[in-house]
Nanobody
Framework: QVQLIESGGGLVQTGGSLRLSCAAS????????MGWFRQAPGKEREFVAM????????MYPDSIKGRFTISRDNAKNTVYLQMNGLNPDDTSVYYC???????????????WGQGTQVTVSS
């Protein structure tokens, strides 16, 4: 029932920045956590960031901290992923996801967006 729509992907140079958006429609009580994952061809889906709607609860893997920032806008039912200092290793399809108990592991997430491509040129 809930649809997640990502936007903001594209092609950037090494060292550049992108801001991804994920709009949830509609918001429901079951959506407590929203997260970002990425998956490159031939690789497993990788956790990038998670945030809760009801508090200041953000989570990142150690490899992401300091470069990527997840944020939310409750009025717009939208979460964002600000990505700075991009490098070619960040090239991937980025997926927005939502879960009721958590969404830091793929199996914890209940809904997924269609993905948006991020490509970082060398």
């Amino acid at each position: 029932q809930v649809q997640l729509i990502e936007s903001g992907g594209g092609l950037v140079q090494t060292g550049g920045s992108l801001r991804l958006s994920c709009a949830a429609s509609p918001r429901t009580a079951s959506i407590v956590y929203m997260g970002w994952f990425r998956q490159a061809p031939g690789k497993e889906r990788e956790f990038v960031a998670m945030i809760s709607w009801n508090g200041a609860h953000e989570m990142y893997p150690d490899s992401i901290k300091g470069r990527f920032t997840i944020s939310r806008d409750n009025a717009k039912n939208t979460v964002y992923l600000q990505m700075n200092g991009l490098n070619p290793d960040d090239t991937s399809v980025y997926y927005c996801a939502a879960g009721s108990g958590s969404c830091a592991r793929a199996y914890e997430c209940d809904a997924w967006g269609q993905g948006t491509q991020v490509t970082v040129s060398s």
